[in-house]
């Protein structure tokens, strides 16, 4: 045998080696690829079912109406808690909206004065402005970025949050669809909406304290929902911090879509009307 025929000869045989170990190593990849394609397919079938639940979380509450909703004027009873028992302290109070970030709190048939916008937080009353307490003015700004509208208004038409449907669970007497959604900050929130109404039942969300850096969970639960200008509203809203009620609303009126004073989040010009 030539020279070259001896090198065909050995080239074919190591190809014919090679081929055999590449179906080999393929017969022992293939039930992962497999496996792979199939957890893939579930997830998308996951989020898929998800996106369904929250879009029709969305028109149970109104639909377009709800998500262009830009301004409110609601009056409301607030109840207090301490450790999850009632303080016997109850506030009435009118509260202005103008979205996406002013909110005026009128107390005390207008004698206090609280203002959020932006990122400031003001307390003001016949002694003056001042500026909330930092763990107040926290706190507000840590609800509104988890509230109900950011997370449906924004972060479900974000193509980067992730849906995740965690299955059925109940909230007080009601059977629930639970939704995880989770921004690209990798922060989340937890809705559950009602099975038949799909109207949100309760929204919780975890946080790690700055100071002590344990780990809280806050959750809000809304009940007796009634339609107003074709919006579906709660009239009863409980807020929880780590299990324990921290406060309760009660609303007595709502307006929505009302025209606003210019001036209305000035704590400047809020305060002016105090002198």
Request: a neutral charge; hydrophobic letters at 40%; aromatic letters at 8%.
């Amino acid at each position: 045998m030539s020279m070259a025929d001896r090198s065909w000869s050995a080239n074919v045989a190591s190809l014919w080696r090679l081929g055999r170990l590449g179906l080999a190593l393929l017969c022992l990849l293939w039930p992962s690829l497999l496996a792979a394609q199939a957890t893939d397919a579930m997830a998308q079938a996951n989020q898929q079912k998800a996106r369904a639940t929250l879009a029709a979380t969305i028109q149970a509450l109104g639909g377009q109406a709800w998500l262009d909703l830009r301004t409110s004027r609601s009056q409301v009873r607030v109840a207090s808690f301490f450790q999850g028992t009632p303080t016997g302290n109850v506030a009435e109070a009118t509260i202005t909206r103008q979205l996406p970030d002013k909110e005026r709190i009128d107390l005390e048939k207008g004698r206090v004065v609280q203002i959020f916008s932006g990122t400031g937080g003001w307390e003001i009353t016949y002694k003056g402005r001042k500026e909330l307490p930092a763990e107040r003015l926290d706190d507000y700004l840590r609800w509104r970025k988890y509230s109900l509208r950011t997370v449906l208004g924004d972060w479900y038409r974000n193509p980067a949050t992730v849906l995740m449907d965690q299955g059925q669970s109940q909230v007080e007497r009601h059977l629930a669809e639970k939704i995880t959604l989770m921004n690209a900050a990798n922060e989340a929130v937890t809705l559950e909406v009602d099975t038949d109404s799909h109207l949100p039942l309760r929204l919780s969300f975890t946080w790690r304290d700055p100071h002590f850096h344990d780990k809280n969970l806050d959750a809000v639960e809304y009940d007796n929902y009634q339609r107003i200008d074709n919006i579906a509203t709660p009239f009863t809203v409980t807020r929880t911090h780590n299990s324990e009620i921290v406060r309760q609303s009660y609303l007595l009126g709502v307006e929505y879509n009302v025209v606003l004073k210019d001036g209305l989040f000035d704590p400047d010009r809020a305060a002016a009307h105090f002198k």
